[in-house]
């Protein structure tokens, strides 16, 4: 079998695209659901989280309202617990992603599946079906952790309506998944071996790490950057600032519309471009393969 899909194999095989990618899209959460550890280690999180959550309220309360209250900013709080689980959710949902992805070329499992359906349908359920369970999770547990805080009345303290902040938070989590799973499977098809994956996604988990210190600690403190804006509406970049900026309100809504439009424009591009870099690297085995050659080797396809 070649080493490279034909361009021919950039479309689906049997023309029914959608219907390919809701098979794979099932197979993904099917995986998932009925797998107990993911099950039970979900479950005693969000509980975990929800007590966490309810302790965190009560001493939040007691510093707010006692005889010399803290200094404490309780929108940077706020701003903080959601960059945070944004991070959280976007880490453990790559993981899953780049480690499958490369399990089912080791496996050969993905030459199979590439004779009953396009790269692009597979592609495309690979992504939304992990992105769907990583959502549940990230709703239960959060969903814990707002009833937590909701119970002791810590909202009270944050001076902030949960409802539209937690609209956003989904949608920046949604537009942030799309951008760093494409980015991830990229990265992750140049290797056939679990034990090279982790030196081939450094360098995205890396600018992960440095956009949760610029979100954390040094956006807060440059608000009205021009620099800060301006990354804001990049959609590598939108997803963990817009957030903290939302939280700290220091953005207009009409900003917000606008970041998540340049994100959704740009998730289609990202997509026609990490496509040409799976079908190129998908049925490739044997040593890592730089992300330079590859994008090369994708322009002839």
Same mark, same amino acid.
């Given at each position: 079998?070649? !080493? ?294 994708? !322009?002839?396809?």
């Amino acid at each position: 079998m070649s !080493n490279a899909l034909s361009k021919d194999s950039l479309n689906t095989q049997s023309g029914q695209p959608l219907r390919e990618m809701l098979l794979v899209i099932r197979r993904e959460i099917l995986t998932r659901v009925t797998n107990r550890t993911i099950l039970i280690t979900t479950l005693l999180l969000a509980i975990g989280v929800g007590v966490a959550a309810g302790f965190g309220a009560t001493l939040l309360g007691n510093s707010m309202q006692g005889s010399e209250p803290a200094n404490l900013n309780p929108k940077l709080i706020f701003a903080t617990a959601m960059i945070c689980a944004l991070l959280a959710s976007l880490v453990y949902s790559a993981q899953s992603l780049t480690t499958g992805v490369v399990e089912e070329k080791s496996s050969r499992i993905v030459e199979i599946l590439l004779t009953k359906i396009g790269i692009r349908p597979l592609l495309a359920g690979k992504i939304i079906g992990i992105g769907l369970v990583s959502l549940a999770q990230l709703l239960l547990i959060g969903g814990a952790a707002v009833a937590g805080f909701a119970i002791k009345d810590g909202f009270s303290f944050l001076q902030v309506e949960p409802g539209p902040a937690l609209i956003w938070f989904i949608v920046w989590y949604l537009l942030g998944y799309s951008v760093f799973a494409l980015l991830n499977t990229a990265l992750a098809a140049t290797v056939a071996r679990q034990e090279d994956l982790a030196s081939a996604v450094m360098p995205l988990s890396v600018l992960q790490m440095v956009l949760l210190v610029v979100s954390l600690y040094m956006a807060p403190t440059h608000l009205e950057s021009t620099w800060l804006k301006v990354l804001s509406f990049v959609p590598l970049f939108s997803s963990y600032l817009m957030p903290i900026r939302f939280g700290l309100e220091s953005v207009e809504m009409w900003q917000m519309a606008t970041a998540a439009a340049i994100a959704l424009v740009a998730i289609p591009v990202l997509f026609n471009i990490v496509a040409k870099l799976y079908t190129n690297n998908a049925l490739r085995t044997g040593s890592r393969i730089s992300l330079r050659a590859s994008l090369r080797s994708a !322009n002839d396809i």
